[in-house]
């Protein structure tokens, strides 16, 4: 198993940035994938970006594509999302997960909150 740890959500403007960490734990060599999701309230949760340990190749849902970016640090074993331009419908619960290929995440962080106010 997996263990993922997030940090740096909190409350910022929105057009301001944010950078979200996720240190891993335990298991890791069975993880080839990374990714972010977030969930909003009454909504459900949604794939936001991952990116493979191994090729750094990357992947964005559309609606964040030129505003985040996800990055690796493999010494470290973090991975890391920075949010720049960010809108009031960016505000979500956001989740670090881990897995063996992209949308198959196994692994789950306890999520932090990041609220962007308008």
């Known amino acids: 198993q997996v263990q993922l740890v997030e940090s740096g959500g909190g409350l910022v403007q929105a057009g301001g940035s944010l950078r979200l960490s996720c240190e891993a734990s335990?298991?890791?060599?069975?993880?080839?994938?990374m990714g972010w999701f977030r969930q909003a309230p009454g909504k459900e949760r949604e794939f936001v970006a991952a990116i493979s340990w191994s090729s750094g190749t990357t992947y964005y849902r559309d609606s964040v594509k030129g505003r985040f970016t996800i990055s690796r640090d493999n010494a470290k074993n973090t991975v890391y999302l920075q949010m720049n331009s960010l809108k009031p419908e960016d505000t979500a619960v956001y989740y670090c997960a881990a897995g063996p290929r992209v949308l198959d995440f196994g692994s789950w962080g306890q999520g932090t909150q990041v609220t962007v106010s308008s």
């Open positions: 335990g298991r890791t060599f069975s993880s080839s994938v």
